[in-house]
């Protein structure tokens, strides 16, 4: 009798499995069909036990499709992950830079896996697209996973850090220096892994490139805690919202055409100002800085700083200190 019903619960799961590979919303399969794919697996099924399989895989809640006809037909219409979800994921995955090629593909292809094979062959004929350079470092992903264990377990790594020379060869910095560290959690900003790390040393939060990082061990040794005055959202907001400097209130007149532009860079809770017809002006909290100079030059004259003047003169001789480099 257990024998049997070890038999039937197989049975049952290997219906279920044919569901999932040769079914989805826009293809659906027979009883006949169902009976041949279960004896090319070595399992013989009478018709009326199929039919049964999959009514208790409905009373499951399984999302099973009966389209009535002269042989009714069968589809798994919903489940775990939907396309345009697993297209999103593998979008995401393929434009990385910090997963390599190769390692991207083969995690696409398990995306393909939570679908129908028909549905996995589209999403694993998606291409890297994107024309951005992805990581040689191989062992990334195996990186994480020592942080992701080492910040849950509250110990400390060690590490090497890499840097290119100008050859385009990868080198290790300060001669191959081990770093020690207490590590806080992981972030990925503009399609790269930075890890947070505290430094005791400079009593400071100190950021590091995932794919820069090289032989990361997790050490017996138990991290240091985040000191009170800390605050990571703080160190994250100043480092990779708006960057790194002084902070100051700064106003800035902005062209109509920059509204989309302003409220990515700063939400839409930002307060946008009348200034004229095809002008408004924002004022914001921003920690000042070239990277934030840069910013604001990549728009022209559709975007200027009104205040407050020691802003203004340090844009200016920014601009002036590189027009200096292309004068004859």
């Not at 470092?137 to 942080?147: A, E, G, L, M, R």
């Not at 110990?155 to 290790?172: A, D, G, L, R, W």
Request: glycine letters at 2%; proline letters at 3%.
């Amino acid at each position: 009798m257990e024998q049997q019903a070890g038999k039937n619960i197989i049975k049952l799961l290997k219906v279920l499995n044919i569901l999932r590979m040769y079914t989805d919303e826009n293809k659906s399969i027979s009883v006949k069909e169902i009976i041949d794919l279960l004896d090319q697996d070595g399992i013989s099924c009478e018709r009326k036990s199929v039919y049964q399989y999959i009514e208790i895989l409905q009373d499951m809640n399984y999302d099973i499709l009966t389209i009535k006809s002269k042989q009714n037909q069968y589809c798994l219409v919903s489940r775990e992950f939907e396309l345009p979800e697993l297209k999103l994921l593998a979008d995401a995955v393929l434009a990385s830079k910090f997963i390599d090629e190769k390692k991207a593909k083969a995690l696409v292809g398990k995306l393909a896996n939570l679908t129908s094979i028909e549905e996995g062959k589209r999403l694993s004929s998606q291409q890297i697209i994107t024309a951005r350079p992805k990581t040689t470092n191989f062992q990334v992903y195996i990186f994480i996973n020592t942080i992701h264990n080492a910040i849950a377990e509250k110990k400390m790594i060690s590490f090497k850090y890499s840097e290119y020379n100008v050859h385009k060869e990868t080198i290790q910095k300060k001669n191959g220096k081990i770093y020690k560290t207490s590590p806080l959690n992981l972030i990925w900003n503009d399609e790269k892994y930075y890890l947070l790390t505290y430094n005791e040393k400079y009593n400071s939060i100190v950021h590091y490139r995932v794919d820069k990082m090289q032989e990361v061990k997790e050490l017996n040794t138990k991290a240091i805690p985040l000191p009170p005055h800390l605050n990571i959202n703080a160190h994250v907001q100043q480092v990779f919202n708006m960057f790194a400097g002084t902070e100051e209130t700064v106003t800035i007149k902005i062209h109509h055409t920059l509204i989309g532009q302003v409220i990515d860079k700063f939400g839409n809770k930002i307060k946008i100002l009348p200034f004229d017809a095809e002008h408004s002006t924002i004022q914001e909290k921003i920690y000042v800085s070239p990277t934030f100079f840069a910013w604001i030059f990549q728009f022209g004259t559709r975007m200027q700083i009104l205040s407050p003047a020691n802003v203004i003169s340090e844009m200016s001789t920014l601009l002036n200190d590189h027009l200096k480099q292309y004068q004859p």
